[in-house]
């Protein structure tokens, strides 16, 4: 018969999960709430560019209270008010979560992976998670003043060079404006922070807004051309007519190339009253082969506006890999076809 065994001394007894859980939601639980919801925006409503008057509202409140802010911040926390601040604080995270939001699938659509404009869209990304999510926000940003500048201006930047083309400013010029806007909205915050005067903030920050303007345009490779994207993209064999194409494979031998030739057919998608100019540009290897300017691309055609690009003249050698960029006049990306030529 065996004895009943007395219960073991010292173990603690297990906490009851809500205790555990509990802290966790309070730090967590609004975050990932705004998280979800943001998908849902995302997949389910599915924001697109036609709603982008409702980003100029978010812009110009976005503005309204950083330059606001900027201005009796110092102030109000002097004061013992620094709920107020907090609550702007809070305010203006949500305005930039709601823009990136905006942005993040309309730059998605416009980017081309494992091309250089794909660099904006992960800073684009790494935006929205840091203002999705507040323990993240309140380690990255409220320490560092200058990142907040930088959600600022890249937030303005970003939304400007996708709605200036929405009322027929070309993607080239937007891109140039939307750097120099950008620039020049810091002037406030600028002018608390330095104790300048207004004109000499508007003039430095004007100049500023210049060099920015130039450092965007050397650098408009790393910046996908929002709002155009490419609708269809096919590689087809040469035919009388394009209305008939026969796709060709993605590798081709290299005899039956130089019988047949190549069309590289594209359908690009811009919004209504837009006119662009663009080119394909032919490569092997790396090195451009041939450019091809085509007729400018006329938006408002949801399918997108077709063009093509035939190639019946090839390299004596042309076994490699080939690509064809559809480019800009200004030479941003829009997309690419990828082939392969064998013997």
């Not at 590798?251 to 594209?266: N, S, W």
Request: charged share 15%.
């Amino acid at each position: 018969m065996t004895e009943p065994q007395a219960p073991e001394l010292g173990r603690a007894a297990r906490p009851p999960v809500w205790s555990t859980l509990l802290p966790f939601l309070r730090q967590w639980g609004i975050s990932i709430a705004s998280f979800v919801g943001g998908l849902l925006a995302l997949f389910v409503f599915r924001r697109d560019v036609p709603h982008v008057r409702w980003i100029v509202g978010y812009l110009l409140l976005l503005w309204l209270l950083v330059a606001v802010l900027s201005q009796v911040r110092q102030a109000l926390e002097t004061r013992g008010h620094r709920l107020v601040v907090t609550a702007a604080d809070y305010l203006i995270q949500t305005l930039y979560h709601g823009v990136l939001l905006f942005l993040l699938p309309v730059y998605y659509a416009s980017s081309t992976l494992g091309s250089p404009n794909v660099a904006f869209l992960v800073l684009l990304l790494a935006m929205v998670l840091v203002a999705t999510f507040d323990p993240w926000w309140h380690a990255l940003v409220h320490p560092r003043p200058w990142v907040g500048y930088v959600f600022f201006v890249v937030s303005l930047f970003g939304a400007l060079n996708l709605a200036l083309p929405l009322v027929g400013v070309p993607p080239h010029l937007a891109l140039l404006g939307a750097a120099w806007i950008s620039g020049l909205a810091l002037t406030p915050t600028v002018c608390r922070a330095r104790s300048w005067p207004w004109r000499r903030g508007l003039v430095v920050m004007a100049a500023t807004g210049v060099v920015a303007a130039a450092l965007v345009w050397f650098g408009r490779a790393g910046i996908p051309p929002v709002p155009l994207f490419v609708a269809r993209a096919n590689i087809a064999w040469d035919v009388a007519s394009v209305e008939s194409l026969e796709p060709a494979t993605r590798t081709i031998k290299a005899d039956e190339l130089r019988q047949r030739g190549l069309i590289a057919y594209t359908a690009v998608y811009a919004p209504a009253g837009l006119r662009q100019s663009i080119r394909h540009v032919w490569r092997r290897e790396g090195q451009v082969v041939d450019i091809v300017e085509l007729s400018p691309v006329y938006g408002g055609r949801r399918e997108g506006f077709r063009t093509y690009s035939r190639k019946t003249a090839f390299p004596p050698d042309p076994t490699g890999r080939w690509v064809v960029d559809i480019a800009t006049g200004s030479g941003q990306l829009i997309g690419r076809l990828r082939f392969r030529v064998v013997q």
